[in-house]
């Protein structure tokens, strides 16, 4: 009899289990995309993320289809749940949340999700995408984005707004700032370089070398602190330490741009005119192109100072070309036409000389004068900027000259008086120059289009006369004033005087006490131009009481309206203000 086979004999066939979880569904969504099938996407993206409810990425995956599909406000419900309930460090959903605000033109949404995406995500993956962005918002929004911190760029967002301060002198708040970073970042040693820059400019010159040294410690190679080492040797005259760096620094071949270029502006600052031009020249070759204008212009002075001038007229014209403001290198291939050239050396900075001589005067005016006396280049400078500049730039040329005061200093102001394209007002504030500088009768000067002779007194063509009085007070305050207010105030001042007494006349005031109306004077252009004094600081400079300071200051008001003035010009106090409308 045949036996029966049993279940437990019989042959089992080859069964592979096929596991249903997150990722087969993940597997066959991410097929289905590849076929353009965004229905069949969607339900497996949703299938996985049921299976795996705290998973971000299968969430995130969802919330891309939704938006593919264009329905954007589901997507960002889904991207909302992310950040609130699953995963609030996946910050770059809020990216996911611009974007899909952008393609609604909710274009508000969309900068506050930019923002904060900048604001939160650390590694910064969709920076440039963002950076992109922004620049779409502006164009939509028509104004400018305001980023305020980059988070995937800790420290290098304050650090280029203290190398701005570096760059604008303020020295202090750059110091503060880099000593913030390098204590939160201590291997960000371009914050270390430039706080040793931030010493230097302050006179901590043992500071300064530590701050280098511990650069150097990290990175014995680093380009930008052996650069900075040898300036700070030049600048305190070690001789020997300095040639020791000058030989290593000459032997010295970076590939990085801006190491090359710190290397290059480094050896012409050291004098190393023909190291300089080497270096710069490579950058040329080398077909970098972030630095623009001034590179041409850098390259340029190297040219001019190893005497290849034909070579520093090509590259200037390469600069004129380029730059949407020529001036700069219009100025140089000037000096090239002209007979200035011998025994010239120029600065390797990319501005007009005379721009670093105004934050010398500002520094020091003591030996300012001495300065332009010893430098036929600045003094050229100032000449050229006086009759190629704009407004600004005049008017600090001219109170410049005010400080030299020499003849060829009062033949240049003279000249400017009988310009008839130049503005009255410049007019008028070389002729007050002129007249501070004693310069002798006649002055001619080009008002309204018409020639007339001015005595070397106050310009008054309302009063027959100017009487002697009236001129003590005003050399009074300008004694007075000479130390702590400039050229322009000291301009107000006189204007003022000026007025006051032309819309008094033919009445006069009774002068009395010189000191009490000097003072007066003085108290009222503070206050036009916001400087912070009290009648009884003023009245005791002036040996008066403070209620005279006050009560003369009162009757001055009253008569040229200066409050009513002062209220209407509040929105518009521009350079030399305080009663430009009285000109």
Known sequence: MEKKKTLAGRKQPNVIPLPIDATFFFERAVRSLDRCQYDKALKYFRKAAEYEPNNPVNFCNLAGVLSEMGNYGASNEVLRQILEDIDPTMTECYFYLSNNYANMDD???????????????????????????????????????????????????????????????????????????????????????????????????????????????????????????????????????????????????????????????????????????????????????????????????????????????????????????????????????????????????????????????????????????????????????????????????????????????????????????????????????????????????????????VPAVPYTPGLPVWETEWQTVLELAMQHMRRSYDLLQQFDLETLWVDYLTQLHPSKPRIGKVESWAASLEYLTAKMHRKSVSCEEIALRYGISAATVSRNAKRIDETCGLQRRAEEEDQDRSLGSGILGLL
């Not at 192109?289 to 390259?299: N, R």
């Not at 240049?412 to 120059?433: G, P, Q, T, W």
């Open 107 to 453: 274009f508000e949404s969309a900068e506050r999700a930019v923002l904060l995406y900048l604001e939160t995500d650390t590694e910064g993956h969709y920076l440039a995408e963002a950076e992109e962005m922004i620049e779409l918002l502006s164009y939509e929004l028509g104004r400018d984005i305001p980023i305020t911190f980059v988070k995937s760029r800790a420290g290098f967002f304050e650090h280029d707004k203290a190398r701005q301060q570096l760059e604008e002198g303020r020295f202090s708040e750059a110091c503060r700032n880099l000593e913030r970073i390098v204590a939160s970042h201590p291997d960000f040693l371009a914050a270390r370089n430039n706080l040793a820059l931030a010493y230097y400019y302050m006179g901590l010159f043992e500071k300064a070398m530590d701050t280098v040294q511990e650069v150097l410690n990290r990175e014995p190679g680093n380009i930008h602190a052996l650069c900075n080492r040898a300036i700070f040797y030049q600048q305190a005259g070690d001789a020997e330490r300095l040639e020791e760096m000058l030989e290593l620094l000459q032997k010295t071949y970076p590939y990085h741009s801006d190491n090359l270029f710190k290397l290059a502006t480094t050896m012409g600052i050291l004098g190393d005119h023909e190291a300089a031009y080497r270096q710069f020249k490579r950058l040329l070759l080398s077909g970098e192109d972030h630095y623009d204008t001034g590179l041409y212009h850098y390259a340029a002075v190297a040219s001019f100072n190893t005497g290849r001038f034909p070579e520093a007229r090509k590259l200037w014209k390469q600069a004129e070309k380029l730059d949407a403001k020529p001036e700069i290198a219009r100025f140089f291939l000037n000096l090239l036409d002209s007979e200035q050239t011998a025994g010239v050396f120029l600065s390797y900075h990319y501005h007009l000389p005379f721009e670093e001589q105004f934050r010398f005067y500002e520094k020091n005016r003591d030996l300012f004068s001495l300065s332009m006396k010893n430098d036929p280049l600045v003094r050229s400078s100032f000449f050229w900027a006086l009759r190629h500049g704009d407004l600004h730039t005049k008017l600090q040329v001219i109170q410049a000259l005010s400080a030299i005061a020499d003849q060829e200093a009062e033949e240049a102001l003279r000249e400017l008086l009988l310009n008839k394209e130049e503005s009255d007002y410049l007019k008028r504030i070389a002729l007050f120059v002129l007249r501070g500088m004693g310069a002798g009768e006649p002055l001619e000067i080009v008002l309204n289009g018409v020639a007339q002779m």
